[in-house]
């Protein structure tokens, strides 16, 4: 059975357990959101705070779902929080015996949760959305380093990270001499222990990286208070050679794997 | 309050249960033979009647041919799957049964599915619940393996449909033993449940926050239990008659099912005493007898156990935990009687288990709590949420036969993902989709749950559409698929009917040999998408050529891109992805200024600032991956 929904326009009730502003915010960007399709009473972005009413989902990302600005420092103690108590409002278990449609959207709205959680309270995996919210496709390399590679007529050789440039040649060359000595049979402890010493090297950036990150998105954010433009892009741009070097050495060391067989 | 009377079901391999909260605890119903378990064995008498039950297992003995045991192991596989059941268990099958269709087992002159026989049990529990609450019931929650595949589970909730029963709700076994014991604990913590049963083995670690069981991580094999320490010495018993008797009777269904019997009994009395002597009566009236000591029971189920130990490592692995990190652990199913399977927990995980609740009757009990839930909670439930996970990762295959993953295992459900796809060729009317189950790399190393066309999409250049195809798990684990061509909105939309395409050993396997074989995964992944992104610039720069911006390339540009034409013809059917790739990186670079006057004259001034390969390609299986390219040179 399906409510009818309520015509008349009632006080806005604030629930306390979840901070208002942001959840009317996250609502945002001229949808009709204002009412519950329920009682009619001011809804909150996922369900409704005067009569606990799961809503039809709103075509919203993962930033503005837990009603947080687009920034890239997230206390995740506290999404962990808004997380538990939005489970409690929207999940499947909790909205068994409403109505089909209901059930419809706490399912919709709980995969969304659980998928928007998911990805912001991992580092690397909110920058690559933010990223892509941006418009940045990070196969591509950043915009500067594109320009770059076009106006001086280089091959996209950009992808190696110009400080590892030096180190690259090396460690290549000795990979494929081992590869040439498996060939033959041939043995080399020293060039083994040459690529072991090369991978912890690389892996210690790889850790490095992480911190470096933290760095840009402290630029990004300030860029967003700040409303500077021309440093968000700058940030941007950061982000996707970091996350770029941070992948190519991923492979680099898989790389060394394969041809040392652990 | 609840107002629903909604039961909770452990529907076990060897044994199978139904319970009730009426109040603060749950309760186990018993039979009208007053016992709480009710054997999942199902037999026909000899008027054709079904039996189930205690009642049934007599029939085992007098009449195999009659009776069936262990029909959770046959749950949503295909015969192509059950080579090694078949060897172990006495299933008589019916005969031509085809690849892919769905199993029927011989009881007598009737055949029936493994749903149709898990209902039976089903239906038996359901009058067993109406019995005592003297009113129809026809709601229940089911439990299954965590690592339960989405073909099992829909098999699972089939039956419950074939038994008259809505099943609201299935839940993993390991997790709604958690439940079951945090309605007494009401503590915060990290919690470890180890579920050994009778067919299957769980392991699943849980994070418990103030009445939300939040699943983080879970493993295990769906065939490793109970049952593969009775076939072991059933085997070792057959052999000793064989060798000391002279008579082979490991075709003689009843003198295996008398062993059977027979093998259970010692082993239940070795978890408390140190010796035992297994004695059979054979049906020619011979006398079978040996003695055998706990440490050389322990010695023969070893390498059994074993088995539990790399699924265990892989959840503490996947949760991101180490085994000191673990404030509780909880033993469920019954052969965590086993001394010898207790010490290995305590070992692994550095705690003393928790044994309060019967392991036999906990996870009935964690259904019952979830059923409450589900029927709007009392005060004994209230503010408990479980948040579980899907087990195994899902995907799609895309061009080379590779397996794209778009909803990662041990990821919260509901969980939803969606993807972009496009055509390969001009004009293509229909994008066929594979939906996969599994971690490895390429498509024939998963198992395949279902393929699906996506039809009547408009005549439009190769990698103009844009399908989006989004995969959604439900909170029973079960998932659903549906696909939309964006710039037509053509739509389909499916429910995931289950194909056999792979056995469960390959589905089994696929977790750990996905760890033995990731990097060869890699490389062969990595080889087929760099051949694949070399057919799409080949291609797109013959178009190019029949373009008119190709005639205002001077004739040394020309030469210049003939030349890396070929050498990336040269490269691309070899193995070297990183020859392969650098060659299309050349390419690309030589036709960036064919492809801007390409741009300048075309007719869309949305395809700006990209270069050749995408300018053609927009998003799709074939435009360049997210895996950074490692070049050499």
Redesign the interface.
Known sequence: MRRSRASRPQPHKVDMTIDTSKTMAAAGSGEDTASCWSCGDMRAAHFCHACGKVQPPLPVDYFSFFGLPRKLNVDVAQLEREF?EL??KL????N??ADKREQEWS??Q???L??A??TLKDPIKRTQYLLRLEGV????QSKTATEK??ASG???KQ??PPDLLEEVFEL?MQ??ELRMNQKMGEDDPALVNDLETHRAQFEKKYEELAEELKGHWNQWDQAIDGHNDEDRRRALDRMVDLL?RR??I???V??V??VLGN | MSTERIVGIDLGTTNSLVAFMPGERPVVIPGEDGLNLVPSVVALDDKDQVIVGNAARKYLIETPERAVYSIKRLMGRGIEDIEQELKLFPFRLADNLQPGEVLRIQLGEKTFTPPEISAFVLRQLKRNAERFFNAPVTKAVITVPAYFNDAQRQATKDAGRIAGLEVLRLVNEPTAASLAYGLDKRQNGIVAVYDLGGGTFDVSILKLHDGIFEVVATNGDTHLGGDDIDNLLITIALDDIRGDMGVDVSRNGEAVATIRKAVIEAKIVLSSQPVTTLEVELPGGQHYQRAITREQFEQLIQPIIERTVGPCKQALKDAGLKPEQIDEVVLVGGSTRIPQVRALVEDMFRRTPHTDLNPDEVVALGAAVQANILAGGSEATENMLLLDVTPLSLGIEVAGGVTDKIILRNSTIPASATQHYTTQVDGQANVAIHVLQGERELAKDCRSLARFDLRGIPPMPAGIPRVEVKFLIDANGILHVSAREQRSGTEAQIEVQPSYGLTDEQVESMILDSFDSAEEDFRQRQVIEARNEAGTILAALEKGKKSPAWGQLTSAEKKRIAKLENALNEVRDEDDYSAIRTAIDALNQGTMRLAELMMDSAVSTALKGKTMDQADMGEGPDAPHPVAKAEFE
């Open positions: 538990y489970s409690r999940h499947p278990d909790l068994a015996r399912l919709e709980s995969s969304l659980n998928d959680y998911r496709e990070l196969e591509e590679a076009r280089e091959v996209k992808i190696v290549n990979l494929e770029n992948s190519y991923r492979n680099l898989r790389d794997n394969e």
